[in-house]
């Protein structure tokens, strides 16, 4: 079982910055991959960034360039820094976890608008 608590989101201008922090209840280092989804009103929820035990990170297209993901293993905690935001980066971002099976946070409300 791993739990996992997202914090960070919020409301932000375009061209802002926030960073999304995601704490698991064991050592990320014991995980095989963490990572970042959103899902906008609407839409399927796409996965965003994802970081592997080994390191290994990925991003989205519409991403690459402005987020960066990273991880403070011992705060057991991933990190998703995001720059230059715009409004279509509008979602509820959610923490994932592979450990066997999938676990998801509860997801953290990230909303880009002037």
């Known amino acids: 079982q791993v739990q996992l608590v997202e914090s960070g989101g919020g409301l932000v201008q375009p061209g802002g910055s926030l960073r999304l922090s995601c704490a698991a209840s064991?050592?990320?280092?014991?995980?095989?991959?963490m990572g970042w989804y959103r899902q906008a009103p609407g839409k399927q929820r796409e996965l965003v960034a994802i970081?592997?035990?080994?390191?290994?990170?990925n991003y989205t297209d519409s991403v690459k360039g402005r987020f960066t993901i990273s991880r403070d293993s011992a705060k057991n905690t991933v990190y998703l820094q995001m720059n230059s935001l715009k409004p279509e980066d509008t979602a509820v971002y959610y923490c994932?976890?592979?450990?066997?099976?999938?676990?998801w946070g509860q997801g953290t409300q990230v909303t880009v608008s002037s």
């Open positions: 064991r050592s990320i280092l014991s995980l095989d991959a």
């Open positions: 970081k592997t035990t080994g390191g290994s990170t």
């Open positions: 994932s976890a592979w450990y066997g099976s999938r676990y």
